[in-house]
């Protein structure tokens, strides 16, 4: 009984708790938009979103294996990242239910199965596929070294944002780029510079003594309010968006996708507090304003 239910831990924890799939309606909307954007049929932007998918898989898998590694995983439940509402893949290298090597042999094997999907769709479509695809699986291992150098929200927003739009707009002939990437820089700024921060804050306490040096580290060692911060960063994005609008790279009715941003940063109190339910309506308002600019991309 005791090796079925560890059996059960584990494939429990390679397929949902390494991968953490709760950011999967925004790494999905974001490569959907691309295929969009580019106006391509469902079939080939589903196959995008798969092989997107695995690639997101792929980098949270990493992000526990190097967590671990650097320190920031270990040590008593204490002195470690702080289990979050929507994820516990911080703790299931210390609490035992998988190895180190475990974690890295999944986190390559997500990568090959997002290469596969990739093989299939450059075939289909074009090997332009593959320069985004390069960029998003480099994002892994710079984002975790970031943490340490103050540039895991850029990195994160990249992959996110401008390089997983640009994956599914590759998929058309002659892709256009340079569209695609600023298309993705508003969803950039919101995984990167809102959520990301809010959850690099939650872990500052026990993580600054390690070395964490990031946005959300900087907010918590210096008293920064982080509602200041997330009003500073959603009137950025706005800013961002606005200005896509009046270049046409954005629909001008994904304006109205604008009014969630305020909502995210208004949700402070509760992130500073640690709430579960404000930490889980802010990630929701998260994964919905890129869901929403999809749809409204898709129907006008």
Known sequence: MTTAI??????????????????????????ALGGVLAGQPPGLIALACLAGALMMAYSHSWNSFHDWVSGLDQGAETERSHAKPYTSGQNIIAQGVVGLWEVFAVTLAYLLLSALATVFLATWTTPWVWLPWCLVAACAPLYSWGKFTYSCELVLGLGFGPFAVMFGAAVAPGPEMLRAFLAGIPFGLVFGFMAELVDQYLDADVNVPKGLRNLGALCWRRGWGLGWMLCLMAVVTMGVHAALLGLSVLSPMTVFTLPLLPFIASLSSFYEKKQKAGIMAGLALVM???????????VV
């Open 6 to 31: 560890s059996c059960q831990q584990r494939i429990w924890a390679y397929s949902f708790i390494l991968p953490r799939w709760f950011g999967l309606p925004g790494a999905v909307a974001s490569v």
């Open 288 to 298: 919905l304003y890129p869901l929403a600019s999809l749809v409204v991309e898709a």
